[in-house]
């Protein structure tokens, strides 16, 4: 996976963006240093060949901090003990990209490929990691040795067609075939590549021209095919060493058999090795640099009004953490939607107000992004932006603003205290204090720096790094993206013509060169996967527990509502669901019920303007989300449940007060402000044309899943529907606004009603009776109406739909309903899912070169999909063998273990208080009991390979429906245009 800039998005949901890695206050949790875990480990003692330079308990982070240097290599090794039962494993090496070829980037799938331990590698802008974890000892070490076999003794003898596969080669089978480039990596990239990717590869082009942030580490399409095999052993072999290597250990683990175990079977055989590895930094600029480029639109797009514009900032040090996390304070000040700043921006008129754009490398950078705007409004972005920064810090920032951002960022760190994924957080801020010379121990103590921030806020602390970061850095940058009309069909027509002159240069004998390894390669890829013994992916099925977790549930009731009780510890926050039923809503004004959601919190109410709002929301709660959802009853295949589902999480003592605002937003809400709902509409057509072009995955496998589905239509309807339904109010608000208007406020009527509803309350058990004493205040503001409830009544016919992005590959997926084929749900469905991933990722990404196919089984569906694919209908043929393959899946009992460990894997993934609140609220709304999910759960540990293959009638009907949906790029999709009934362009 590639890691490059992070894009933060202003919020168009009520909810707030977390910026920076928070880490957790101090508090007695569950990841405590347990009483009695022995720690004897002195400073200066040499364990196994490492040698203890630092330990320290850190508070911060309820955990003992030790720093470790092997002696006879110079690796350095963190470790952060606690009792978390899950321990886990990584090691990074310092990868220095030299050039666009992604050397480092293919390096890292080639090194993964056959590893079956759990963990996602991923390349940086200047390091590769790899991790793994497990909760059990024994399966630790195996999956630790896996990745260590694999980053310092891999398999050779394969590596050029690895390195064919994994990164790139040609594909040609005859002389008179044309020449390609196929490769998963160059795939990968190609999908990356949309106009947001192409905006952060030009960002930092413009801040790192001399310095190896200007290369794209992960590589660009034009670049990869330069790579040779021999500079790919080279590099691999100058920066996989120990000498160049950090390893992270995490998690209550025995840490001199863990040390004893990565020295004696590893490093120990290994040798020092000295070079020049140093990560250089830029000259800050003595002005601003202004750079333009462009971005492709597939043919018939409009370009007015399409380009975007980035300021940037870069500063001087990553390790200087207060200022950091001060910045990062600032980022959420600054585009927080009441804030001036963002006020002045968004109501220029000068574009969309998109949000920031980020990475924290050795010099950190921040930008400033307007999308929908125009070239010619450079300059007056750029008068703009400077001009309500100067006016900030001669004004100073409006005190409660600054009240609700500390609020909202020390709540955020209760919840991160609680965070499942915790341990990659740490992970990465320990290794960036070894890629950036930072401190080890200083980087967790957050709370300190936390108190300083506090008491320097009142005296203008965020107003100076607006004076010293932003309006007196020179080291910074105006980024011009502006679209280009066919600019992607340019790019493939130049690369079919570079590579037909190329094969036109080849003598006979070098061309059938290629061809010959080509069908070398193809030969070497059949037999690989044919022969490949895969080890046994997690610990023996006997292991495994057999009961499910019983979250714990009192049903009360009040004044006909039920209210869910979930007594979880959750340090002290307490998190509240409201599941309001909006059956009551008719068809034709579904559309405005999530708009309204989409609304509701952005704007003025009776009590207060829309500022006073947005700071009260983030002084009193984490921020309020409110959405339009629907549940599948767990036993019918037809019925569900729409719903509104509000939700919050605050402090005890702030409880009544977030009630209050409650009350505001669903019950006192001003909707007729013309100004604002057009301003409204923009953001969030923008917000999804953004997500869209970053990552179709979702609005395919909604798309196509609502084919056969009654409930999924209406999932859907957030979807692709609800944007094409934004963009024409966009497009005709001015006519339209009084209606839009009308429909708003008759939907805000019906939507919040009594009846039906369901109020979740998730938190500590001696915290219920304050809640039920705050929400029986919080009732008597909520109404009932005598509505009809509406039956919906969707189009139920097939539908084969092209849809055209600016995208270099496709997203494609087949998918069908099995209960309305009268399939039941079963727990062996989810090994199903597995056996089928495992099929597809072998026949679309080794074989095919995408970067992703697998297999999505829900309660009800069954979805094929692929994921950054160059091929169409070749990958559709993939899906349309799945029932063939099945009736010839064949599997030993070792072998059907790993695909029952899988799918246990996903049910047994831990989850936080929030979501076990959750999850028990979705069986209770659906009518699933605890029996059912203990039976699902016998299921998948009984599932057979004769069960496997009883799936195979089922998947062939589901496939005989030829539910087809494909989002990609403009030629490839209309090249096929026989596969679809309809081919539109979605942007």
């Not at 505001?664 to 869209?692: A, G, H, P, V």
């Not at 169409?872 to 460990?901: H, P, Q, S």
């Amino acid at each position: 996976m590639k890691r490059k800039l992070k894009l933060f998005l202003v919020a168009i949901l009520v909810t707030v963006c977390f910026l920076g890695s928070i880490q957790p206050l101090v508090n007695n949790t569950s990841i405590a240093l347990a009483e009695g875990i022995k720690d004897e480990l002195k400073i200066s003692q040499v364990y196994s060949g490492f040698k203890l330079m630092k330990k320290e308990h850190i508070e911060d982070i309820d955990s003992t901090v030790f720093e470790f240097e092997h002696e006879k290599t110079g690796a350095k090794l963190a470790c952060i003990k606690n009792s978390d039962k899950r321990k886990v494993f990584g090691i990074a090496f310092k990868t220095l990209p030299k050039d666009d070829t992604g050397v480092n980037h293919i390096i890292e799938h080639v090194v993964a490929n056959g590893v079956n331990a759990i963990g996602n590698p991923y390349t940086g802008s200047d390091f590769t990691q790899y991790f793994t974890f497990s909760d059990k000892e024994d399966e630790f070490r195996r999956n630790m040795g896996e990745y260590l076999d694999a980053v310092f003794f891999p398999n050779i003898n394969d590596g050029e067609m690895l390195f064919m596969q994994e990164g790139w080669r040609y594909e040609i089978d005859s002389p008179e075939k044309e020449l390609n480039v196929n490769g998963i990596v160059y795939n990968e990239m190609k999908g990356r590549y949309s106009p947001t990717g192409k905006l952060c590869e030009v960002v930092d082009k413009s801040l790192f021209p001399n310095t190896i942030y200007r290369f794209d580490s992960g590589g660009n399409p034009v670049d990869i095919p330069k790579l040779t095999y021999e500079e790919f052993l080279k590099t691999y072999n100058k920066n996989y060493t120990p000498s160049n290597s950090f390893i992270y250990l995490y998690g209550n683990m025995d840490i001199e058999k863990t040390l004893e175990f990565i020295n004696n079977g590893y490093l120990s055989k290994l040798k020092k090795i000295d070079f020049d590895n140093k990560i250089y930094k830029e000259k800050p600029f003595d002005k601003m640099k202004v750079v333009e480029d462009y971005y492709s639109l597939p043919m018939g797009s409009s370009v007015e009004d399409g380009t975007y514009l980035s300021i940037n900032y870069a500063f001087d040090k990553n390790t200087d953490y207060e200022t950091n996390m001060g910045l990062d304070m600032l980022e959420m000040l600054l585009h927080s939607n009441s804030s001036p700043f963002y006020k002045k921006v968004s109501q220029s008129g000068i574009g969309n107000f998109l949000g920031t754009v980020g990475d924290d490398i050795q010099q950190p950078m921040r930008g400033i992004i307007i999308s929908n705007s125009n070239e010619r409004k450079k300059e007056e972005f750029l008068k703009i932006v400077n001009e309500s920064l100067n006016d900030i810090v001669k004004n100073g920032f409006d005190k409660e603003l600054i009240n609700s951002v500390l609020n909202s960022y020390e709540l955020s760190i209760r919840k991160d205290n609680l965070s499942e994924e915790r341990w990659r957080d740490y992970m990465d801020k320990a290794r960036n204090t070894w890629l950036y010379g930072g401190d080890l121990m200083e980087c967790f103590k957050v709370n300190s720096q936390i108190e300083k921030i506090k008491g320097k806020a009142d005296d203008g602390y965020f107003e100076k790094l607006i004076q010293k970061y932003m309006l007196n850095n020179n080291y910074s940058s105006l980024v011009v993206l502006k679209p280009k009309l066919g600019l992607e069909e340019e790019t493939v027509k130049k690369l079919n013509d570079e590579l037909a002159r190329y094969k036109a240069s080849l003598s006979k004998e070098e061309l059938n060169a290629i061809i010959n390894k080509n069908k070398e390669f193809k030969k070497w890829q059949e037999d690989s996967l044919k022969l490949k013994k895969e080890k046994s992916f997690e610990i023996s099925l006997e292991d495994r527990n057999k009961k499910v977790e019983e979250i714990p549930i009192n049903i009360k009731e009040i004044e006909g509502m039920k209210i869910l009780n979930h007594p979880i510890y959750t340090n002290g926050i307490q998190y509240v669901d409201l599941y309001y039923d909006t059956t009551k809503v008719p068809q034709d004004k579904l559309m405005y019920l999530i708009l309204l959601t989409k609304m509701l919190g952005n704007v003025d109410t009776e009590n207060y303007n829309y500022t006073q709002l947005n700071n009260a929301i983030y002084t009193y709660t984490d921020g309020v989300s409110i959405e339009a959802i629907a549940l599948e009853d767990s036993k019918s295949k037809d019925n569900f449940y729409p719903k509104v589902l509000i939700s919050f999480n605050t402090l005890k003592h702030k409880l009544d007060n977030a009630f209050d605002i409650l009350n505001e937003i669903t019950n006192k809400s001003k909707l007729d402000d013309k100004d604002n709902l057009r301003n409204q509409i923009q953001r969030i057509k923008t917000k999804i044309q953004f997500d869209i072009e970053s990552d179709p995955f979702y609005y395919l496998s909604s798309q196509v899943s609502s084919y056969d589905s009654q409930c999924e239509k209406y999932r859907n309807l957030n979807y692709i529907p609800f944007y094409q339904f934004i963009c024409d109010l966009d497009k005709n608000f001015d006519k339209n606004s009084d209606e839009i208007i009308k429909n708003l406020e008759e939907v805000k009527n019906m939507a919040f009603d009594k009846n039906n509803l369901i109020v979740s309350f998730t938190g500590d058990k001696t915290d219920y009776n304050d809640f039920e004493k705050s929400f029986k205040s919080f009732k008597n503001n909520i109404k009932a109406n005598n509505l009809s409830i509406q039956k919906y009544e969707f189009d139920d016919s097939t539908k084969n739909e092209g849809f055209i992005i600016p995208s270099k590959v496709q997203y494609i997926a087949k998918a069908g309903n099995f209960k309305k084929l009268g399939y039941e749900n079963s727990g062996k469905l989810a090994v199903l899912e597995k056996v089928l991933s495992r099929y597809l990722s072998k026949e679309i990404r080794i074989k095919g070169g995408a970067y992703g196919g697998n297999a999505m089984i829900t309660d009800s569906s069954v979805m094929l999909y692929s994921y950054r694919d160059p091929n169409l209908k070749e990958t559709i043929e993939v899906f349309n063998g799945a029932g063939n393959y099945l009736r010839n899946f064949t599997a030993d009992e070792e072998k059907m273990a790993e695909y029952i460990n899988r799918a246990l894997f996903i049910v047994d993934y831990p989850r936080e208080p929030i979501y076990k609140g959750s999850d028990s609220d979705d069986m209770y709304i659906t009518g699933k009991t605890q029996e059912d999910i203990q039976r699902y759960r016998d299921e998948i540990l009984s599932t057979t390979a004769e069960d496997i293959r009883g799936y195979a009638d089922m998947i062939d009907e589901i496939l005989k429906q030829n539910n087809i949906c494909v989002i990609g790029e403009e030629t490839k999709i209309k090249s096929e245009k026989s596969l679809f009934n309809t081919i539109k362009n979605l942007l």
